[in-house]
T-cell receptor
Framework: DQQVKQNSPSLSVQEGRISILNCDYT??????FLWYKKYPAEGPTFLIS?????DKNEDGRFTVFLNKSAKHLSLHIVPSQPGDSAVYFC????????FGTGTLLAVQP | ETGVTQSPTHLIKTRGQQVTLRCSSQ?????VSWYQQALGQGPQFIFQ???????GRGNFPPRFSGLQFPNYSSELNVNALELDDSALYLC????????????FGSGTRLTVV
């Protein structure tokens, strides 16, 4: 039972353009949704979160949108930079984190 | 402020053996969670410890066990290792009053042969 799904295993974007990473969920009990960024040989690093009662949260170049009726969230990165190249995980939170399978973002210079 | 440190970074064990992985929490954090990340998958919740008591468990068999110590450091023990236990094991610490403020360590890469 995969409660959080990231259907795109990879995404390639040109530097300066927008990156949009998508995530779908089935569990309506999540209180928060979080995005993590992971480089090889490092642990996940927190990027941005959104409460289940909000529909948008913005932090610098990163914006997360939540569509509760569609059970869908997305992470927008504008403008994309080569240093953003990493694996991005979305996670739903109750008393634990339930992660998606990740999307590998490659930002081409 | 120190982050979460895990040891060892890499480990190779034989099927049937036992293994202990260690985690030092970020300073000030009193809650520790363990996750297993298999290749190509997202991290999966194993269990969480708060004030030395197990405070939630994922869908893992009893041969996965843990401890949290008074200084909030933690151990993950796995008995009777199986080939499918090969994975990256991640430790995350947090403050119980800030439940989603997890800080992850870099993980221990366990290979079972």
């Amino acid at each position: 039972d995969q409660q959080v799904k990231q259907n795109s295993p990879s995404l390639s974007v040109q530097e300066g353009r927008i990156s949009i990473l998508n995530c779908d969920y089935t569990n309506s009990m999540f209180d928060y949704f979080l995005w993590y960024k992971k480089y090889p040989a490092e642990g996940p690093t927190f990027l941005i979160s959104i409460s289940s009662i909000k529909d948008k949260n913005e932090d610098g170049r990163f914006t997360v949108f939540l569509n509760k009726s569609a059970k869908h969230l997305s992470l927008h990165i504008v403008p994309s930079q080569p240093g953003d190249s990493a694996v991005y995980f979305c996670a739903g939170a109750t008393n634990k984190l339930i992660f998606g399978t990740g999307t590998l973002l490659a930002v081409q210079p | 402020e120190t982050g979460v440190t895990q040891s060892p970074t890499h480990l190779i064990k034989t099927r049937g053996q036992q293994v202990t992985l260690r985690c030092s929490s970020q300073s000030g954090h009193n809650t520790v969670s363990w996750y297993q990340q298999a290749l190509g998958q997202g991290p999966q919740f194993i269990f969480q410890y708060y004030r030395e008591e197990e405070n939630g468990r994922g869908n893992f068999p009893p041969r996965f066990s843990g401890l949290q110590f008074p200084n909030y450091s933690s151990e993950l023990n796995v008995n009777a290792l199986e080939l499918d236990d090969s994975a990256l094991y991640l430790c995350a610490s947090s403050l119980e009053s800030v439940p989603y403020g997890y800080t992850f360590g870099s993980g221990t890469r366990l290979t079972v042969v």
